[in-house]
């Protein structure tokens, strides 16, 4: 038998931590700040009034910065809170990126303050991963916690924007030439690296 997607996964998910591995501190604060201004930039965020990201673990991207300015922007902030056992996301409000927080399974901070927001009234949600292609598909680290919070969010026809817009944020590192796909894999709509913004072309 052939190598499966989910073969393919496996292999590409080590690749992606020895990049991220090589990546020093210092090129990685530098590149997130980046990342943040050309996420801010777009009309994707000028245009959303409420915005889901995450607190990052040590290699991912900081996208705190993002998180901070739409506070100051009147926005409304949300993080994820997780059920670890049924692998479920919910979007909490925030009022600060300082926390406070509570720091759960692998490293993840996770909101303490019961503020649940509908995951449908979110505009633009902040994607993080392992590595991503320029189709706008995602590796993640294997639970499936955000390709499910993503497809949940069914199109509704008549409605417009129909869904949140979600963004991928990685560095150019991250990026490969095809990310393996599965069915139940969710499409991101665009991503955003320290050198450009693509769009991927999946529909809003």
Known sequence: MGETAADRKRRMRLEAKRRLASLDAAFRARASATI????????????ARSIMLYIPIPEEVDVRAIGEEALLDGKTVCLPRVNWDATEMTPWAVDS???????RRHGISEPVHPRPVAA????????????????GHRLGRGAGFYDKFLSRLATTPGVLPPRPVAVGVCYEAQMVAEVPVEPHDAPLHALATEQRLLITGNPL
Request: aromatic share 8%; net charge negative.
């Open 36 to 47: 943040c201004r050309n996420v801010a930039s777009t009309d994707l965020y000028q245009s």
């Open 97 to 103: 990126m300082e926390g406070p927080f509570e720091v």
């Open 120 to 135: 449908d009234a979110l505009d633009l949600i902040i994607v993080p991963g392992l590595a991503f292609d320029e189709r």
